[in-house]
């Protein structure tokens, strides 16, 4: 439900290709096949949580941008995973101004 | 009254939902304790009353030995939020806020009255902003809260629910846990709504299912 709401949020006109991944593992599954240009990364997951892929994605060069995407508002969790490397932060429940406003700002998403 | 179990869909969408308010229960306590919090993944599920306890048992840890406080709840959904912390919850969160050994018992008390009343609140105002986002009915944002009151105080986790007390036949138990990465302290939020209440929301999960 939450990859749902996210992708509903996701502009129409955004030309990518999209893999879901039900947890940190199946993430990082997701990101060494090179499907992860940009990732939309929760923190509270089963199997392995936001902060271990983050960590993990920094052991392994960090060859992608991770936008973290979580009802975990405490404003040192945000401080944390902006050092870990994830470019943004955005509080769920998600809406589609706030995630095209952050794609712009890092230049992920160009308008066309 | 038969109820039907939530479908993966329903409770795919209640997890997500949970999640969502705990997130500002968690937020409201890290900012009390002045510490990280983690948060665990929602546990949901529907069970027979005379299953309660023995669920409870297992999300909290069987043989532990527990403090809890209640509150009921009530508008368009109703039912019982529990909080439950380790034998000594009160001491903990004493000491966590950093009174040593100022407080007596009775200040003890009221701090733990005190933070559980924040986390439910927190936690049901939430998720009720939610439900009022997704479902057609104004009356979906109403909630009120009885005050909270202290249920045990060090006793067995299995002793807490009397399902011979309890006057309904099922129960959504809806459950989060916060822990903290430096102290050894936990302290779960459970939520327990009786039948009627189990359909109001299966309703409104189903509006917000058919959203997508």
């Given amino acids: 439900m939450a990859r749902k709401m996210l992708i509903k949020a996701l502009p129409t006109t955004w030309d990518v290709e999209i893999t879901q991944a039900a947890n940190g593992k199946e993430a990082m599954v997701a990101y060494r096949a090179g499907k992860a240009d940009v990732m939309f990364l929760d923190l509270t997951m089963p199997e392995m949580d936001g902060f271990q892929v983050l960590e993990a994605l920094q052991k392994e060069d960090l060859n992608s941008f991770v936008i973290v995407v979580s009802a975990d508002i405490q404003p040192i969790a945000q401080e944390r995973v902006k050092k870990m490397g994830a470019i943004a932060f955005i509080k769920k429940p998600v809406t589609a101004e706030v995630i095209t406003e952050v794609l712009k700002k890092y230049g992920v998403y160009e308008v066309l | ?212």
């Fill in chain 2, 1 to 212: 009254m038969s109820i039907a179990p939530l479908s993966s869909d329903q409770r795919d969408a209640l997890q997500e939902l949970t999640n969502i308010a705990m997130g500002q229960a968690g937020a409201s306590l890290a900012s009390i304790l002045d510490t990280f919090v983690n948060l665990s993944v929602p546990r949901t599920n529907i069970l027979g009353v005379d299953k309660v306890s023995a669920a409870i048992s297992d999300l909290v840890g069987r043989d532990f030995e527990i403090t809890a406080v209640r509150q009921s709840f009530q508008g368009y959904l109703r039912g019982e939020a529990i909080v439950i912390y380790g034998q000594d919850g009160c001491k903990e969160l004493a000491d966590l806020m950093g009174y040593d050994e100022e407080l007596d018992k009775a200040a003890e008390r009221e701090l733990l009255l005190d933070v559980s009343n924040v986390l439910v609140g927190a936690c049901l105002g939430g998720l009720t902003e939610q439900l009022k986002g997704i479902a057609e009915s104004d009356k979906a944002g109403e909630l009120s809260f009885a005050a909270p009151s202290i249920m045990a105080e060090s006793v067995p986790v299995d002793t807490l629910i009397n399902p011979d007390k309890l006057s309904w036949t099922h129960a959504l138990l809806m459950e989060v846990n916060f822990t903290l990465e430096s102290r050894n302290f936990v302290s779960h939020l459970i939520m327990l709504m009786p039948e009627e209440a189990i359909e109001k929301m299966r309703g409104i999960l189903d509006e917000f299912i058919a959203s997508f």
